[in-house]
């Protein structure tokens, strides 16, 4: 039995933007992105309309690991939601060549990224 959320945010968190991606019943999708500055408020109005359950968050191997696991920490707090973080894997680089060759209607690379993020959790709990 698998005891993975239903319904997961996917954050990827950047130094100026933050793409966000929603998975419902083990298939994602991109959602938008914003500004660094307001990424708490976006994610409170996501979490408002459509009631994740759990939050992931791609967590890179260089100098933002400290400043994205403190964002993590302040969401968990501030929602009372579940924050799990995940090795991004060059989601960023894949999601850039993604928009290049791909249409994904108002998707931009971080909201991808933040799909590739989710997809990847999906898969290592065996939800793909």
């Known amino acids: 039995m698998n005891d993975t959320p239903a319904t997961l945010l996917g954050i990827d968190f950047g130094l100026s933007q933050v793409g966000f991606a929603l998975a419902r019943g083990g298939i994602a999708g991109p959602l938008g992105s914003c500004?660094?500055?307001n990424a708490v408020e976006n994610v409170q109005e996501i979490i408002r309309k459509e009631q994740p359950e759990m939050i992931v968050i791609g967590l890179p191997t260089g100098s933002l690991q400290k400043d994205i696991k403190?964002?993590?920490?302040?969401?968990?707090?501030?929602t009372g939601l579940k924050v799990a973080f995940i090795d991004e894997l060059n989601t960023t680089e894949k999601a850039a060549i993604t928009v290049s060759e791909h249409t994904y209607p108002g998707a931009d690379d971080h909201s991808l990224a933040a799909k590739f993020i989710l997809e990847h959790f999906l898969e290592s709990h065996h939800q793909i």
């Open 35 to 37: 500004a660094t500055n």
């Open 70 to 78: 403190a964002f993590g920490e302040d969401l968990k707090k501030l």
